[in-house]
């Protein structure tokens, strides 16, 4: 007699040996199949006993997937996301009852032999034998918990799932080398430890935790005789056992392992017959999974932490490793998402826009200086039934956003200014800015080919009273079209581009920005996230920062993982964002962002409106926060702007500051809500001098240009009216200032009747 271990039958080696010896006396070996005893030899010594020690040191401490936990920046629950529902836990923390319960059932001498029971064996092979089937298996618990640890790592790929589970020669051989392993390694309490937490019980519960969770709502610690023998029949056949489905079949098989755990006198005959006479009584808490389950209207923020995750390289080399570390879970996630700003964002929205409109809303707030996502929402929330959807109108389609992002309008053309401002150009400096006029051409790019304007394309102003010569800041105020058109004809697209891409302003489907004029009008388009952050770094005084959203992260052991920083760069000098700064302070003053001036502290910001009004913004900040509104057509179809009830409210048309405006105003001011308010530094702006630039302007006094922007793109900027019930912008829409008239702030410039008051524009 061989000389044996203590608790664990046979050495390895000698177990391995006498397995084999019974293969060949056999002929056969039953866990399910039937193996030729020449064969056997003959497979297992070509590449599967080969390397027998060569044991994967995973199966020590399988890598289970579990539950991830994303929380905000308070620690507060975002969301629940997992690959498969498991609470890992110890086998102090599982009821006495449920480790007897699924020993007696699965493997009623499990302390008795190694990792192969050849007791088992033949009894199985004379039983098959008898039956003409495989009408009894022979695995033991440890070798069903290998073939489990083999359909865990197989994780979602349904090839490998099946390789683990295939009735064959080589998974059954190698199946023997782990357990052996895993025998002589884990010891007997820590593999039946494992064996309940990785064991798949129905009802998409993976491990005793989540599966006393789901049929009784409790704790494994607590699970009584009868709700033990319960889970542990289930896990024959999780599907006919189910006792959510099929409480007859259910009860027979947790009779049979109370009966059994009877035979093997772990609970007397009275107790299990005692527990025999119980109904099944069923608590039941539903699965819960993924950012469906965010909390605080937060199921978009939550989607953008997964994306961010997979798309980030500091989490693996390539997505599939990311994917892998992601739906193994175990995941402490801490966010940089601020419940105030959320909760006011949700607010904003549901008093503006409701869910069953025809055209969307969604609003993003960043923290200048640290590239923070403070906040993310959207009137349509994130689901699959009606009015909800899985587009994040928030982010760039590689993040989970629409295809294409939405023009921006007029909200572009403070890139335009400040590309000028940073190259030299005077904030005083004044164009003609007729009303009506073809692009000029030629303009410089950043080649050595130029853009010429061979289909002799026009651009209009919104308003026929707007004819210039305007200077900057009258320009910028009253969002002139033909100002920014000009300026950036005369400067060239070079240097608009290059400031577009050092502030991170691409378009949502990840090509380039392209080199045409008619990029001053916000034709391509952009995400909210990126505008928002874009104008962050205006409040930054010019330096660009990154967006981030993961504060820290730790696994299942409580290990900190690295996570992105923000990287911040000087974009432009101070003096230029100041310089916009107070350009765009002018905006909501007087211009076309009075609804969006807010009461207790400086903002500033750009309305923004497109063709045909698919697509209007509000794009603002403090020195503290950033924001961007956008309300149009989140689905295929466009929906033009007017004669629209949007809200529960009527708009004869809507402009980037009748709407966006004041979900923007109303969001920020819950989200700054007793947080300090510091002021901008400001710059002078000189007067204007003579205007120069100038397209041919139309000598129609009525043009109706058939391109009034890009062919078949957005381009002109809209100006006062968009008010409820047609309003007069004196009467509801007064600045920050207060009253109906707020005084002209640049006495030096004239303003045409009606812009001071309200008016918007797109």
């Avoid at 090509?511 to 009008?521: G, N, R």
């Avoid at 916000?522 to 990126?530: I, V």
């Avoid at 001036?597 to 309305?607: C, W, Y």
């Amino acid at each position: 007699m061989g000389k044996k271990r203590s608790g664990a039958g046979l050495t390895g080696p000698q177990q391995a040996a006498k397995f084999l010896g019974v293969s060949v006396l056999s002929g056969v070996v039953l866990a399910g199949i039937a193996i030729p005893g020449a064969g056997a030899l003959g497979l297992a010594a070509k590449g599967t006993v080969e390397g027998f020690d060569e044991i994967p040191a995973n199966l020590k401490t399988p890598p289970l997937s579990q539950r991830t936990t994303i929380l905000d920046a308070e620690g507060g629950l975002i969301a629940t996301v997992y690959s498969r529902d498991r609470q890992v836990v110890p086998l102090t923390a599982i009821s006495p009852y449920m480790q007897k319960a699924i020993v007696a059932i699965e493997d009623s001498r499990f302390y008795e032999h190694g990792a192969v029971d050849l007791k088992g064996i033949l009894r199985a092979v004379n039983r098959n034998a008898q039956e003409g089937g495989a009408a009894q298996g022979a695995s033991t618990l440890t070798q069903q918990y290998v073939k489990n640890v083999f359909v865990e790592e197989a994780g979602d790929d349904e090839t490998k799932v099946r390789e683990a589970q295939e009735k064959s020669l080589g998974r059954k051989i190698r199946e023997l080398k782990y357990s052996i392993q895993v025998e002589e390694e884990l010891g007997k309490k820590k593999i039946l430890e494992n064996y309940l937490n990785i064991t798949y019980f129905g009802q998409q519960a993976y491990g005793i935790e989540s599966a006393a969770q789901r049929y009784f709502s409790k704790p494994a610690k607590d699970l009584t005789l009868d709700e033990s023998a319960l889970l542990a029949g289930v896990v024959q056949s999780p599907s006919r056992f189910d006792p959510v489905n099929d409480v007859q079949e259910a009860t027979k098989r947790r009779n049979v392992v109370l009966q059994r755990m009877a035979d093997m006198k772990d609970v007397s005959q009275a107790e299990a017959d005692e527990a025999k006479k119980k109904p099944v009584t069923l608590k039941v808490t539903r699965p819960k999974n993924g950012c469906i389950t965010a909390v605080k209207g937060a199921g978009f923020y939550c989607d953008y932490v997964r994306n961010t995750f997979l798309t980030d390289p500091v989490f693996g080399k390539t997505r599939e490793e990311r994917a892998k570390l992601w739906n193994q879970g175990g995941l402490t996630v801490r966010t940089t998402l601020d419940p105030q700003s959320q909760e006011s964002v949700n607010e904003s929205i549901k008093e503006h826009v409701n869910q069953d409109d025809k055209v969307a809303t969604a609003v993003t707030l960043v923290q200048p200086g640290t590239g923070r996502v403070l906040a993310m929402g959207q009137s349509k929330p994130y689901g699959f039934g009606k009015n909800e959807t899985q587009i994040n109108f928030s982010v760039d389609k590689r993040m989970g956003g629409s295809n294409f992002g939405f023009p921006t309008g007029s909200t572009f053309k403070p890139f335009v200014a400040a590309a000028a401002i940073e190259r030299g150009v005077s904030p005083g400096k004044t164009y003609l800015s007729p009303h009506d006029m073809e692009y000029p051409s030629p303009v410089q790019t950043c080649g050595d080919k130029p853009w010429v304007n061979t289909s002799h394309d026009r651009v209009e102003n919104e308003s026929e009273s707007e004819r210039g010569p305007y200077g900057m800041q009258d320009a910028m105020a009253k969002s002139v079209n033909t100002y920014f058109v000009e300026m950036i004809s005369e400067n060239g697209l070079c240097p608009v581009t290059e400031m577009t891409t050092k502030l991170g302003v691409i378009p949502a489907d990840g090509t380039k920005l392209p080199e045409v004029p008619a990029i001053a009008l916000g034709t391509e388009g952009m995400s909210p996230l990126t505008m928002a952050n874009a104008y962050a770094t205006f409040a930054n005084r010019g330096v660009y920062c990154t967006p981030i959203t993961l504060e820290s992260i730790t696994d299942s052991h409580g290990k900190a993982l690295a996570v992105p920083k923000s990287q911040c760069d000087r974009v432009m000098s101070e003096k230029t964002a100041d310089t916009i700064n107070t350009l765009l302070l002018g905006v909501v003053d007087s211009g076309t962002g009075t609804a969006a001036g807010l009461t207790d502290r400086q903002n500033a910001g750009k309305t923004g409106t497109t063709d045909s009004r698919y697509n209007a913004w509000f794009v603002g900040y403090t020195p503290n926060m950033a924001g961007a509104t956008w309300v149009g057509s989140g689905g295929s179809k466009q929906v033009s702007m007017e004669n629209i009830t949007i809200g529960g409210q009527y708009y004869d048309k809507v402009y980037g500051g009748g709407l966006p405006g004041p979900i923007w105003k109303q969001a920020v001011s819950g989200a700054l809500s007793g947080r300090e308010a510091p002021n901008f530094t400001t710059v002078a702006i000189p007067e204007g001098g003579m205007p120069t630039g100038g397209g041919r302007p139309s000598t129609n006094p009525n043009p109706n240009p058939n391109k009034p922007g890009k062919p078949g793109k957005p381009g002109g900027d809209n100006k006062p009216g968009g008010r409820p019930g047609g309003q007069t912008a004196a009467g509801t829409m007064g600045g920050a200032t207060g009253g109906n008239t707020p005084p002209n702030p640049f006495p030096n410039i004239t303003l045409d009747p009606g812009v001071i008051g309200g008016p918007e524009e797109q």
